[in-house]
């Protein structure tokens, strides 16, 4: 389905009496990693609604390897915060769900799915209903259930968020591995720079709302990245250049 | 099943402290069993008439199946026709509510008159006693789908149809066998009531007729007959829950 290069133009909207994207443009690279971060309520989440075309912006444009998608959803896979795993299916069949609607058979749809279940470390579980999974395991699921639609941009929404702190280094650390190995664009909302910084490959943040674009900050870390550089000061550097970016962006 | 047991028992017991009272009461005072039978003699009395009223329980079964069956499919229909209309949500909820104001003492006897003696007044009379419930669980159901879930659907490129069969459908599963329990206990009353208003056969004139004859105990026999069955519709309808809807009891059990 194409490279994956995203644009994004100039995009706008208000709710009524809320005015929440002002504007907002940056671009995305085949195969980068860019995660968004900015302060709460800043309207991110409409953001990500506006580009995966669950909402029509009232101005601007959404544009995938140069061509206009703006209002089309099938460019994009979205990963809710929420794993949203149905009870009434098993992990395996919900991880096809995307597949299913999109015409393919059953059957053909499991064939697709299951050889990514032993990477994403759920070999066994395919018959298992999602409320036997763990947290991370979930997300995990989620993740699958995603990225097997093979379209061209991953958007994740604090994919993490919910997942207690040893759970969350560990899906990071591995979703870097996977995230390597496929190649995937992805744009990823979360709301923890540190996070931010040990995935991306740019950073960019958002101002308050009516929000725009403050600042985009390139992560220069070597690939793969490890836990260890966590600590080292180059990470702690552009952890401090985002904190600051973030600050600015909430004086008027 | 041990479980099921002990959340029987303190009803059961319950139920058998009244007996006892009941029994002592009528053999103390010495009250005229045309007046309050004790429960041994319903029990006695009842036994000794098991024919005739396993004779009027089958058309009573009968007529609360059909009428709890329209009451169904009726429900279902009106139920996806709200959920895919907003223009038809606005329009007929306020009217299923309106419909439960009703009262089907005064309509009864007037769809005897309506329709004569037959199944469809009564299959009418249970219809509009146990619809709302039906109707009304699976309207809620339907809509308390997660807009997070409806969006992922939507961001797969799902049409409306598929959201309703894939996410909202199912989800709406376990509401509705709640709504069922309900509308089936009312099914077997509704039914009753018809009956006594006017048929040939059933429960509900059976027990008419008797009281007409001062045969209280046999009345309380049917009525004993008709709990039975209201139970056994009740316990009925767990058991295709569990079939329907397998991946319910554990959620309940972790919530």
Redesign the interface.
């Known amino acids: 389905m194409g490279e994956g290069k995203l644009v994004l133009d100039g995009l706008r909207k208000a709710f009524p009496g809320l005015p929440v994207l002002d504007g907002v443009a940056f671009d995305v690279a085949p195969g980068e990693f860019v995660s968004l971060i900015g302060p709460s309520g800043c309207g991110k989440s409409t953001l990500f ?1 506006v580009v ?3 909402e029509t912006p009232d101005a601007g444009r959404v544009l995938v390897d140069g061509e206009d998608t703006t209002g089309r ?2 460019p ?3 990963m ?3 794993d ?1 795993l ?3 299916r098993t992990v395996l069949d919900n991880t096809t ?2 597949l ?3 015409g393919m058979s059953r059957r053909a749809a499991r064939e697709r799915a299951r050889p990514l279940f032993a990477p994403f470390g759920l070999a066994g579980f395919e018959k298992a ?1 999602p ?1 036997e999974l763990s947290g991370g395991m979930r997300q995990r699921a989620a993740l699958l259930r995603t990225v097997v ?1 093979d379209r061209a941009v991953l958007l994740l929404d604090e994919p993490f968020g919910a997942l207690d702190s040893l759970t969350r280094t560990d899906m990071q650390t591995w979703l870097e591995g996977v995230r390597a190995h496929y190649g995937w664009t992805v744009l990823l909302i979360t709301h923890d720079i540190r996070e931010a910084v040990f995935l991306s490959d740019r950073v960019v943040v958002l101002a308050p709302r009516p929000t725009s674009v403050v600042r985009e900050v390139a992560v220069d870390l070597p690939r793969p990245r490890t836990v260890e550089m966590i600590t080292s000061a180059r990470f702690a550097a552009v952890e401090e250049e985002l904190l600051a970016a973030l600050r600015g962006g909430r004086a008027p | 099943m041990i479980r099921t047991l002990r959340r029987l028992a303190p009803p059961l017991v319950l139920v058998a402290l009244g007996l006892v009272a009941w029994q002592w009461y009528v053999t103390a005072a010495d009250v005229r069993p045309q007046v309050l039978p004790s429960p041994l003699r319903v029990v006695e009395q009842g036994w000794a008439f098991r024919d005739q009223i396993w004779a009027n329980t089958v058309p009573t079964l009968q007529v609360t199946a059909v009428g709890f069956t329209v009451s169904l499919v009726l429900g279902w229909a009106l139920a996806i026709a709200v959920d895919f209309s907003p223009w038809l949500r606005r329009a007929l909820v306020p009217l299923f509510v309106a419909s439960q104001t009703l009262p089907i003492v005064a309509i009864a006897p007037l769809l005897i008159i309506w329709f004569g003696f037959g199944l469809l007044p009564k299959v009418v009379v249970i219809a509009l006693v146990t619809f709302f419930p039906v109707t009304v669980g699976l309207v809620e159901g339907f809509a308390a789908t997660d807009r997070q879930a409806t969006n992922l659907l939507r961001s797969m490129g799902a049409s409306r149809w598929e959201q309703f069969r894939y996410v909202r459908l199912p989800g709406a599963l376990p509401r509705f066998f709640t709504s069922l329990r309900i509308g089936i206990t009312y099914a077997v009353t509704g039914a009753i009531f018809a009956e006594y208003v006017g048929a040939t056969a059933g429960l509900g004139i059976f027990m008419s007729v008797q009281r007409n004859s001062f045969r209280t105990d046999l009345v309380l026999a049917a009525v004993v007959v008709t709990a039975l069955v209201s139970v056994a519709l009740f316990a009925l309808t767990y058991l295709v829950e569990r079939l329907v809807v397998p991946w319910r009891p554990r959620e309940v059990r972790h919530g």
């Open positions: 609604d995966a075309g669950l959803v099938d994009f896979a979205y809710p915060q929420r949203l149905f009870p009434w769900l995307g299913e609607v999109a209903r409320q639609q």
